[in-house]
């Protein structure tokens, strides 16, 4: 992983610790699967920033771990609060980063991963919180919709609204000098080991750092 900025200048990172690293890429890239594949593997190098959102848990998720679950109210008067990096209205549910969330993986000296839509992409390129940005891209429209479908866990109207925001951010996401690294996950394994060697300069860094404090 390359500290340079698109302009090739070494920028200051704001805060002291290992840079964030941003995930983004259309619902049913892939996400999830492979943070978990790197945090499982990595568990004492990356720290997940646990986002809030008003949609319903699905089997299995955990309140706290996947997400804060909070109703639409709650979450409305805690971003007027100022309490959000950053956060978004996606196929009809509000999701967001909290101030907190970060904070409470990079007091661990952690890398920070976060797991945002392109709009949160977009809100924290306004911020100074200067990640690396990682776009994991499905092979096809084709094979993105087999893959939402086979995770049975959305309703048609979910899905179709899920697919209709990732045409719209494959399109926005071939805009160049946006991210850092694209991974296009078609076979699971290779897809790991891209990601794996984009970020293992970093990983070295902070397992290094992390076993002689
Ligand atoms: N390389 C792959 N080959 C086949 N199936 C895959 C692959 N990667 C992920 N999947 C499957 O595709 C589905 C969607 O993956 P995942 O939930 O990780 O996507 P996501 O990008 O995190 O989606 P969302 O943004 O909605 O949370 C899951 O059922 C997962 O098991
Ligand atoms: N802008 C933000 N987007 C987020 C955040 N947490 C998750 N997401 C994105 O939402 C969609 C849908 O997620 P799902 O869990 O309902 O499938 C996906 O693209 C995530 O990347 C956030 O805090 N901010």
Request: include cysteine; hydrophobic fraction near 35%; proline fraction near 4%.
């Amino acid at each position: 992983m390359r500290d340079v900025t698109a302009k090739g200048t070494r920028k200051q990172h704001a805060m002291a610790g290992p840079r964030p690293v941003v995930f983004t890429g259309p619902s049913g890239a892939g996400k999830s699967t492979l943070l978990k594949k790197l945090m499982k593997e990595y568990d004492s190098v990356f720290g997940f920033s646990v986002s809030h959102t008003t949609r319903n848990p699905r089997p299995g998720e955990e309140n706290g771990k996947d997400y804060h679950y909070v109703t639409r109210e709650a979450m409305q008067a805690a971003i007027a609060g100022g309490d959000f990096i950053e956060s978004a209205e996606f196929s009809g549910n509000i999701y967001g980063t909290s101030k907190a969330a970060v904070q409470d993986v990079r007091a661990k000296n952690l890398i920070c991963i976060l797991d945002v839509d392109m709009q949160g992409v977009r809100n924290i390129k306004r911020t100074d919180l200067q990640p690396v940005y990682v776009s994991i891209q499905p092979p096809s429209m084709a094979v993105l919709e087999k893959r939402l479908r086979g995770r049975k866990t959305e309703s048609e109207e979910s899905l179709q609204k899920r697919l209709k925001a990732a045409q719209v951010d494959m399109e926005l996401g071939k805009e160049p000098g946006i991210f850092d690294v694209l991974i296009i996950n078609d076979n699971l394994e290779d897809a790991y080991e891209q990601l794996k060697q984009a970020l293992l300069e970093e990983i070295n860094k902070v397992k290094k750092v992390n076993m002689v404090s």
